[in-house]
């Protein structure tokens, strides 16, 4: 018995030793995988650390800006805060969703539902780009699960005076129509990247490095004139409402550079707005769209004629009955002019006189005259959509034909294509690319004898004088030339009773230095004449523009006689 009772603690303290000799290799083992984690194998919870909370943003970059000659904005890029919401964080606090949806004006079923249908994701986009005060609403609720973002948001400040040349963005920022898409690369910045510490909720707590600078874009200065811009809108406006009409479009041109100062097109659309309008008035009908031009290409068909020395100004052409045959049609003026001389064809616009020089002279050479000009063939600009309008080769022409390209019928054009070929008579016969972007190397061709240019600047000169087509589009103190037409809108049954009103011209005649192109679509009431709707208007933008440029005037006698000799 002694002896059992002596062999049970021998027993005890062996399984306490053998227990602390357990412990004892336990709390070694975890000694020792503490200092290999610790010291040993930092790195790696480093990175496992990292993995949950370090992450790399992008940070955008401001697109650039876009000017007019003198610096002013026509599109800018202001900060913007945008909300996004983590769906699994906010879904947990669903009752505070109507609360957001309420500051931001939006539907609460309709987030709860994105949110819903992503609740695997860890972004989502709940709107974007609102003002700075909503912003601020929105970080005072402090819901979680729902953050801000700063991004950047397209404005434009001339609205839609400029908008269908300047175009618009995305709501990314990326260019979708106009000069915004022809020079997005150069526009658009590169975005930067930095490395963050966000917490459990997705909130950055700590900046650790900058990965990446953000790259802004870069501005682009552009030839447009914003106050010419803005008066040529206002006239053609003013224009396309009394008349009822159902377009129209400007373009004024520097003569000495090519570049465009204004080009409006009514109607047009607000850059602005989350709703674009209607698609139609997006359209810059000023590059895209093609005409008839009528009889404002009259003055090209007698420059060819002259250089064939078929016709000089003086030559007499008798029109008289006032109509002719043509291949069993008949060409027909307003009334019977009788005899007129060359110059006497453009100043009253005589249909019958210009078929004659037309049918005078060999089919090439008139081609030639009109390609050389630029029909049919694209300008250059590089914006987006233009249109190279429709000149059919010489080689098809018929008879018929021949006559009524002669007074604008069977060729297309756009309305920068015809201020264009205007400009190079006034330019002394140098044909110029036009340019929207200041600076742009603007390459010139000589088309037309300098003299010969200069003839036809004087001949052009008597449409604006008393007995001319174009006496409406006169301005004080100029000297001014210019071309009328008007043209019949061709339908499903031929031609109709819809019309193209037009003007085209220069001024100042002792010196060339703005060439302007009207063109009014469908004028409603009983003035559908380019002499009666696109004169006045012309004369007005004209008046504008050679104010706007400093061009001092070269018909003082004639201002100071309109005005009265104060003496």
């Given at each position: 018995m002694a002896e059992a009772t002596t062999a049970r603690p021998t027993g005890s303290r062996l399984r306490v030793a053998l227990l602390l000799a357990l412990m004892a290799l336990c709390a070694l083992g975890l000694l020792a995988r503490a200092v290999k984690l610790q010291v040993m194998d930092t790195e790696f919870l480093q990175g496992e650390g990292e993995a949950r909370f370090l992450r790399q943003v992008e940070t955008p970059a401001m697109r650039g800006s876009i000017l007019d000659r003198s610096g002013a904005p026509l599109a800018v890029s202001t900060p913007v805060e945008s909300v996004w919401a983590h769906p699994g964080e906010l879904?947990?606090?669903?009752?505070?969703?109507?609360?957001?949806?309420?500051?931001?004006?939006?539907?609460?079923?309709?987030?709860?539902?994105?949110?819903?249908?992503?609740?695997?994701?860890?972004?989502?986009?709940?709107?974007?780009?609102?003002?700075?005060?909503?912003?601020?609403?929105?970080?005072?609720?402090?819901?979680?699960?729902?953050?801000?973002?700063?991004?950047?948001?397209?404005?434009?400040?001339?609205?839609?005076?400029?908008?269908?040349?300047?175009?618009?963005?995305?709501?990314?920022?990326?260019?979708?129509?106009?000069?915004?898409?022809?020079?997005?690369s150069w526009l658009m910045g590169r975005s930067g990247a930095k490395r963050v510490i966000k917490d459990r909720l997705g909130r950055v707590v700590e900046n650790i490095e900058q990965v990446r600078e953000a790259r802004p874009g870069q501005d682009l200065t552009l030839t447009l004139d914003r106050r010419l811009q803005y008066l040529a809108y206002r006239e053609l406006t003013r224009t396309v409402s009394e008349h009822q009409a159902r377009s129209g479009s400007v373009v004024v041109l520097d003569v000495t550079t090519g570049e465009i100062l204004a080009m409006v097109n009514v109607p047009s659309f607000n850059p602005n707005a989350r709703d674009l309008g209607n698609p139609d008035g997006r359209r810059n009908r000023a590059l895209t769209d093609v005409l008839e031009p009528g009889s404002v290409v009259k003055p090209f068909v007698v420059a060819a004629a002259m250089e064939a020395g078929l016709a000089y100004p003086d030559l007499v052409v008798d029109t008289a009955p006032g109509t002719m045959q043509v291949s069993g049609h008949t060409i027909r003026d307003i009334r019977n002019f009788g005899e007129l001389t060359v110059t006497g064809i453009l100043t009253k616009s005589s249909n019958v006189g210009v078929v004659q020089l037309a049918l005078g002279m060999d089919s090439r050479h008139l081609w030639s005259m009109y390609s050389r000009l630029g029909f049919g063939q694209v300008t250059g600009t590089g914006f987006p959509g233009e249109s190279a309008g429709v000149l059919r080769d010489h080689e098809r022409w018929r008879k018929l034909e021949q006559a009524t390209l002669s007074y604008g019928y069977g060729l297309s054009v756009t309305p920068l294509q015809l201020v264009r070929a205007i400009s190079a008579i006034a330019d002394d016969g140098r044909l110029r690319q036009p340019s929207f972007v200041l600076g742009s190397d603007n390459p010139v061709q000589t088309v037309m004898d300098p003299s010969l240019a200069g003839e036809l600047q004087d001949m052009l000169e008597t449409v604006t004088l008393p007995g001319g087509t174009g006496t409406r589009a006169d301005v004080p103190g100029y000297r001014v030339a210019v071309k009328t037409g008007t043209s019949r809108k061709v339908g499903v049954g031929g031609y109709g009773d819809r019309y193209v009103a037009s003007i085209g011209g220069f001024a100042p005649v002792s010196r060339p230095r703005l060439a302007a192109v009207v063109v009014i679509h469908d004028p409603g009431g009983d003035e559908y004449y380019g002499g009666a709707v696109a004169g006045p208007l012309f004369g007005r933008v004209m008046a504008d523009a050679l104010r706007l440029m400093n061009v001092p005037p070269d018909d003082v006698g004639t201002l100071i006689a309109r005005l009265g000799d104060p003496q």
């Open positions: 879904l947990q606090a669903a009752d505070r969703i109507p609360l957001l949806a309420g500051v931001l004006g939006e539907n609460a079923e309709a987030i709860e539902r994105r949110l819903t249908q992503r609740a695997d994701r860890e972004f989502v986009w709940i709107i974007r780009r609102i003002a700075p005060d909503l912003a601020e609403r929105v970080r005072e609720l402090d819901i979680p699960g729902v953050f801000l973002q700063r991004e950047y948001r397209r404005f434009y400040p001339t609205s839609d005076v400029s908008s269908q040349v300047v175009g618009f963005t995305n709501i990314d920022e990326v260019g979708q129509e106009g000069l915004e898409l022809a020079y997005d």
